[in-house]
């Protein structure tokens, strides 16, 4: 294992003048209250790069240690993302892993090394930061779950969109009896394009490392947006809508399923690697409706748009409506990706401080999502028919 | 049968300064141009007031008598709407079918006496404006649509938005192959809650009187707008979303369903009596897409706007989206049922002067939209099972 400390130091004043040195940061006194956690991330994806600007901004967490197979990459990876200069880089996953100083890993390996090496981390009490889809199916995650639990390290996954303020404002707006009522329906859809080349050969459609495809990624989404418009309550049961697209190797590109309570609420969702880049969740309660068209990622980092209606009438005669939906901008100091470091940190330092219990609200609400994923995939592979959701 | 001229003059200016005097209408050359198609109207249903308004402001157009089984009903109708001193008055349907003076009927009438009378329209000789769902199922239609077709009568089915020019530009860019590509997915949403009393006792949900209940009436719209979307091109199967709500009556609150092609193309739909007022169409294609939000009824009568986006990817390190939605706002000087009103009057017209054939693609489209309700109903007969749309 090298550890190259030296080679990668550029300044976090630049890092952040260049990505986004207008966002309020983290000082060196916030930083000083309490000891940051140390990460570690397994691996170079491209979405590390976020990841590792966001544990930059966070006020709690600093990167210590990269792994990747290429040491070469590893170093690079450090270089251009600005790690701090005690930062050490490994040329293996294991080194991460083996570090006494990393205590929490972000993993954004393709999904298929999930079991893996977040099995392994947990093992190392390291808490676990995982990219979505945490799994390949639920009982994939469950050793997950176990391993993390038996450890008493946090699990997450990193679905970032749950932590922007703009998400708590909507949810106080879906829990409000006068302004929205019973909640009826709820479609989403998350779709982005990236070209042929991306169809065939990306990791997101290779059946040995993202063997889900678009389901998982982009319907991992979706069905979380309708697990948390219904307040995490389980549908009871699933169908798939015929009939979804498939790439040469028999990977999902588009796909969509329909969702409902035995309540009578319903649900259903399109995902697709193969239409232009959207991100709706829309939601219809009896007495109001909520729309979002940035859930994923917001068009804007420092401000973000959702748009409400309650008790909308037609006017004299049906012609026009009234009120027409309200526009409500939430602002935030910190991206989306920072304030789920945060969260995630702080319950790590509740846990080395104080000797918290993990908080169990983040696995079981990962583990809700992968099973309405997998109830998704049955009935895709059974020719459509409805599939109870196991839970 | 009674007509009763003489009872109901308010003058037109006084509507129109009522009910939209801001609006541009028709001015006495306008209206001198050619002969007015000369409009009967059967019945006094809530919706047959919007009607009225908008037969008075179409320039092509005019009212002469309407007629209601209750003859005082009638002449407070035709007092209350303003209608042209020389109105004629009914105590029957059949007085207005009978009155050689009416060219033209526009029937707002409950959908299960749709059959009847649309039929005895045409058999009079009578151009058709018929109310959706124009009928219980695509058999009944057949007989309307063979009836207007050997009377030689024009037909077309009252579905406003799609004589707004908001429709066309929106067309304009879904037939963009380098702004919206290949289409790929469609949603569609109508619902509005009139409250309790609606939900048992409207005509709306009378199994004797509208058997489809939102199926029929919110159900219509996205059914349309879904094969609006398609260019028309039927879906190959139609599967209902398990499980609707029911009234007491055993009458459609609210339902569901998705659509296939054999391209790949998917769409869904959700419609109902009990969830807020939303009218929203999205529509996904491989470099764009396109969303709205009021597209029964905009929200304002002389500006409809539309949103949509092209080619867009997310920016550096998946931070915000490039473009963000675009809004284009579509003025109006008329009305979308005035202009409903004035492109049937001009068909009429044609048909009148000139000894034009009927446009065809009116009742074809109703036919498309019928057959698609149609497979909804009997997959949700059949335990959702898929449809196969017949045409």
Redesign the interface.
């Known amino acids: 294992m090298l550890a190259e400390p030296e080679s990668n130091l550029i300044s976090r004043s630049l890092l952040l003048l260049k990505?986004?040195g207008k966002k309020k940061r983290s000082t060196d006194s916030e930083k000083m209250a309490e000891p940051p956690v140390r990460f570690g991330i397994l691996g170079c994806a491209?979405?590390a790069?976020?990841l590792s600007?966001a544990i930059t901004l966070a006020p709690n967490s600093t990167i210590v240690a990269i792994g990747s197979r290429s040491l070469e990459k590893a170093i690079s990876f450090a270089r251009e993302n600005g790690f701090p200069a005690s930062a050490k880089v490994y040329g293996s996953y294991d080194g991460v892993l083996d570090d006494p100083d990393v205590e929490a890993v972000y993993i954004p390996l393709p999904t298929s090394l999930h079991l893996r090496w977040a099995v392994l981390a947990a093992q190392k009490k390291k808490h676990v930061l995982l990219d979505k889809p945490v799994a390949l199916n639920v009982k994939e995650l469950d050793i997950i779950l176990e391993a993390c639990e038996s450890s008493g390290v946090q699990f997450m996954d990193a679905t970032m969109w749950m932590h922007h303020p703009r998400t708590s404002q909507m949810r106080e707006f879906l829990s409000d009896p006068q302004k929205f009522?019973q909640l009826?329906?709820v479609?989403s859809?998350f779709?982005?394009?990236e070209g042929p080349e991306f169809l065939k050969n990306d990791i997101r459609v290779k059946p040995d490392l993202d063997a889900l495809g678009a389901l998982g990624d982009t319907g991992w989404y979706c069905t979380r947006a309708i697990l948390w418009a219904a307040e995490y309550e389980l549908p009871k049961?699933v169908?798939a809508?015929?009939?979804p697209?498939f790439n040469e190797a028999g990977v999902i590109l588009?796909c969509?399923a329909?969702l409902?309570w035995e309540d009578?609420k319903?649900a259903?969702f399109?995902c697709?690697f193969?239409?232009?880049?959207?991100m709706?969740i829309?939601v219809?309660?009896?007495?109001?409706?909520l729309?979002v068209?940035?859930f994923v990622?917001?068009?804007?980092?420092s401000a973000a748009p959702f748009y409400v209606?309650?008790?909308?009438?037609?006017v004299?005669?049906?012609?026009?409506?009234d009120p027409?939906?309200n526009e409500h901008i939430v602002g935030t100091d910190l991206?989306q990706e920072a304030l789920m470091v945060r969260e995630f940190s702080s319950l790590v330092g509740g846990i080395k401080l104080n000797g918290s219990k993990p908080e169990k609200k983040w696995p079981n609400i990962s583990r809700k999502t992968q099973a309405v994923i997998d109830a998704v995939k049955a009935s895709i592979d059974k020719g459509?028919e409805?599939i109870e959701v196991v839970f």
Chains 1, 2 share one sequence.
């Open positions: 990505k986004g491209k979405i790069r976020k600007r009522g009826k329906a479609h859809i779709s982005y394009v049961t169908t809508l015929p009939d697209e588009s969509g329909s409902r009578g319903v259903t399109y697709s193969i239409t232009n880049l959207t709706d829309t219809l309660g009896t007495n109001g409706n729309r068209h940035d990622i917001p068009y804007q980092e209606t309650s008790n909308s009438k037609f004299e005669l049906a012609i026009g409506c027409s939906p991206p459509f409805p």
